[in-house]
Nanobody
Framework: VQLQASGGGLVQAGGSLRLSCAAS????????MGWFRQAPGKEREFVAA???????YYVDSVKGRFTISRNSDKNTVYLQMSSLKPEDTAVYYC?????????????????WGQGTQVTVSS
């Protein structure tokens, strides 16, 4: 499974961005996908996840601002980010796992994309 993330960029606080992650290869083995982020000097942290069923899971800090969605036909997952804050600045990674349950743990995901930079200016 290969994951290709895109859509990052520079945005002012309060603005919006949409990240995309396209999966290719043995996509039949993917049951759920997620987004993580890593700021300089910090550990990679969970942001949101979505199961094949459509169930979603968010970290508290992004609830009400970020929305994860999935286009199963295109094997693509999206992260719509609104009301962005400077503390959202990070490299965002998409990930996939071969389990139907949702997970917020880095070790819960077997497949990772290359990351896309999101910078929110104040």
């Amino acid at each position: 499974v290969q994951l290709q993330a895109s859509g990052g960029g520079l945005v002012q606080a309060g603005g919006s961005l949409r990240l995309s992650c396209a999966a290719s290869g043995r996509t039949v083995s993917i049951y759920s996908m997620g987004w993580f982020r890593q700021a300089p000097g910090k550990e990679r942290e969970f942001v949101a996840a979505i199961a094949r069923s459509g169930s979603t899971y968010y970290v508290d800090s992004v609830k009400g601002r970020f929305t994860i969605s999935r286009n199963s036909d295109k094997n693509t997952v999206y992260l719509q980010m609104s009301s962005l804050k400077p503390e959202d600045t990070a490299v965002y990674y998409c990930a996939a796992r071969d389990s139907p349950s949702l997970s917020g743990l880095v070790r819960g995901y077997a497949y990772w994309g290359q990351g896309t930079q999101v910078t929110v200016s104040s």
